[in-house]
């Protein structure tokens, strides 16, 4: 298997997962997913009144024996569901041991595969834009089939992450620019200073099933160092003069809570399944635990 | 609201220090996180969002509160209620006699004296206490037994050196009761030895630690004055003087007389060594008025270069003799220069006209109301007579007395006497051993001189002392010397000025020109004033009265400034003088000194480490 992403094993047990989809799928394509859409398939959905023009395929006419008139069986059609991956790969998400940034690409490699694996269509979108991995970047946009994750996981692999991040702009961007709504997977650590809740509703409003996942840095939950601190952020530049001891490291964590509790609290409020990770736990207990829980897949 | 140690406001400056600390701009580490979005949530919810936060555990927290609880504790002065052993009591004698002014200690032997006495406090112990006794013409307590040092520091910062005499046995006699069965009792002196006689004195096993200060004696003074009547030409005035020379070297001296400010002579001396030597002046004196011996001259000890007398005309004597005929006694009475005698045979009023009168063996109708010599008469109430006795012999005689200057009873022999006992305002002046013969003494406010025997059943007029003692006694009787002995007194003495009436205010102008106003009681009959630590003139307004007070050192003890090593007491016991002694120096200071550094340097340590 190929990668360093993830190990064989985990790829394995991930083989054996589907994601489901709570909606119905809206892609034009057909796939394997049920979808709303009536067509060409052996479930049966519904019957309607003929009108003129209807395919005399579908006419029932066993009904139309019995009752005398003409009926349409309709058939639902099924149709693949697209997911999409918003990648966090601004400058922040580099830190950490291990960075916030191989953690995020690996849960994405971890739900691109269990995609690719159910014939789902996948995009993995990283922001902000970049021109140094463009070539990576290109061959993510949509990746379709089984043979195609070798490609993937290179792509995945060949990403680098750089730059002020905006989240807000990423996802409404995301939000317009597909076509058809389906799986949202957005991998950050949702440390904006201009927030989250633009892009989120965005997804939520376009129909999307968003499933947000709120990566930190153990160094982030519980940080280390202490003293008189300025601290610079990687992205703004700002500058922050802390005095930090031991002794606050509670209320820190305190802070820290809060901030997740409220951007969970504004997830469930607008149907977003939330998780949130620390770069250093075990990725097997988010994949395998956590989003089977929360029924991302089975 | 009073402080007990306000010095230690001095610790206020330690405030700007911290001040400073705080003003110090912090040096931070720059780091570079992912994002400063957590930290600016958490300093706003720990900070700004809430004014108080939980109490968190932070051993700088227990720190201060330990610190500050402790600073509370000493500040809220802790004893302990039980029976704990008692400290030692020491008793300060600080001599402020005028010797103590002498400037060969820097800056005086009297400030070095107190910083000795300054630093013995410093010295005690908690449970320590300490009496302060100001030695002067009077012993004042500047401070009963106390622990308290600012209490003890401030009483020896209230002591003043003054220009009078030493008198330290009232001072010793107010220590003794005080350190009297305890063992752990000290009397510390702190004193140049000039102290004059301390032979009365028991010494009784004190324990006396003697502080003794002053280097050399160079120093010349007046220690004696006095001013007469010229024997020679009655018109003019004699002024004896003594100057002392406390040297051990030979030195010149320059005595300038002045006669109310103005200089009247001059005179050039050369002492010899720790030699006094008298001066005579005569003047004529137009008007009642003050001299002023002064020594020009610089030495260690200036109080005593300078001293005054006040003189006032010489006015003639008015003596009454009540006799039944003594030759020798009016011959005697008629020899007194200024003497205007009237004989007469019996007294019938009280003879306010006269200075005095004399009583010759008759018993008045009336009993005069001035100065009194009465011969073998008295009042009952003054004298009791007990019987006569034949031929008692003269055993002693006190020629100390200025009534017995020059007068001796060798060849006096008396036929017959009374027996009287001692009244108690008198003193005998000529004993034998059944009775006094002679009594002098003041009674009722006025001098009574009483003979026991009739002049006429003995020897003694015809012998020379006879005159004499008539002249003594008519000087001594006389209103107006007793009035000039009374307007010369001692430094540390008081004034006392009789009434005639009753007055409601006195004002009393000070040598350097400050006045002093006292109220004076209705029924009283003299004006007292102790303010007189200070030599000069003092000049004393009561009613339409005025009168000056001349006020003088006049002591040769004070005026020898010989440091002195040991100081006798009794008979047998002396004090030795102590240079160094070892002090308990308390150290609390310079561990509080240290403490504040290691406070400062734990918050210098503080922001290094976390910089």
Known sequence: ?298 | MNFLAPAAFAFAAAIPVVILFYLLKRKRVVKLVSSTLLWQRFLAETQASAPFQRLRHNWLLVLQILLLLLAMLALARPYFAGRATGGRLLVVILDASASMQSRDDEPSRFEKARRAALALVDSLHDNDQMVVLQAAAQTEVKQSPTSSKTALRRALQSCAVTDSPTRLTEAFKLAQPLVRDRTDAEIHLFSDGAVGSLGEFEHEGLNVVFHQFGRRADNRGVVSLDVRANPEDPGQRAVFGGIANAASNSAPAQVELLFDGQLVETRALTLAPRETQPVIFTAAQDRDGVFTLRLAGDDDLPADNEASIVSRMPQPVKVLLVTRGNRFLEKALAAVPAAEVTVVADSVDEAREFDLVVLDDVLPAVWPAGNLLAIRSARTNWVEITGRVEAPAIVDWRNTHPLLRFVTFDNVAVAEALTVKTPSWAVPLVESPATPLILAGEVDRRRVLWLGFDTLQSTWPLRVSFPIFIANAVEWLNPATAGAAQFLVRAGDPLRLPLAAPVGEARVRLPDGAERRLTVDANAREVVFGETARRGVYRLAAGTNEVTFAVNLLDAAETDTTPQPEIRFGRYARAQATTLRPADLELWRWIAAAGLAVLLFEWWFYHKRTA
């Open chain 1, 1 to 298: 298997m190929p990668g360093n992403l993830l190990s064989p094993e985990l790829l394995r047990r991930l083989e054996q997962l589907q994601l489901l989809a709570q909606r119905r799928a809206k892609s034009a394509l057909r796939g394997e997913r049920r979808s709303r859409a009536r067509g060409l398939s052996v479930e049966f959905a519904d019957h309607r009144t003929y009108v003129a023009g209807d395919d005399l395929r579908y006419l029932d006419w066993n009904l139309y024996g019995r009752l005398d008139r003409l009926f349409l069986k309709l058939y639902e059609e099924e149709r693949e569901l697209p997911v999409r991956i918003f990648l966090d790969a601004s400058e922040s998400m580099t830190f950490g041991e291990p960075a916030k940034f191989d953690f995020a690409r690996q849960v994405a490699a971890a739900v691109g595969y269990v995609a690719l694996c159910g014939f789902d269509r996948v995009s993995v979108i990283p922001f902000p834009e970049r021109d140094a991995d463009a070539l990576a970047r290109r061959g993510l946009r949509a990746v379709r089939g089984r043979k195609s994750v070798l490609a993937f996981f290179k792509n995945l692999e060949a990403l680098t992450a750089g730059g002020p991040t905006d989240l807000n702009a990423a996802l409404r961007r995301g939000a317009v620019e597909a076509r058809q709504a389906g799986v949202a997977v957005v991998l950050s650590d949702f440390l904006d200073p201009a927030g989250y809740e633009a892009g989120l509703g965005a997804l939520v409003g376009r129909g999307f099933q968003v499933n947000a996942v709120q990566i930190l840095a153990p160094d982030e939950l519980a940080p280390g160092t202490y003293g008189d601190l300025k601290l610079v952020d990687s992205e703004t530049g700002a500058q922050q003069d802390v005095t930090f001891g031991r002794y606050r490291l509670a209320a820190y964590q305190q802070t820290v809570r809060n901030y997740v509790q409220r951007l969970r609290e504004f997830c469930t409020a607008r149907g977003v399944r939330f998780f949130q990770a620390s770069s250093g736990d075990s990725l097997e207990e988010l994949l395998l635990k956590q989003l089977r829980a929360a029924a991302l897949w089975s």
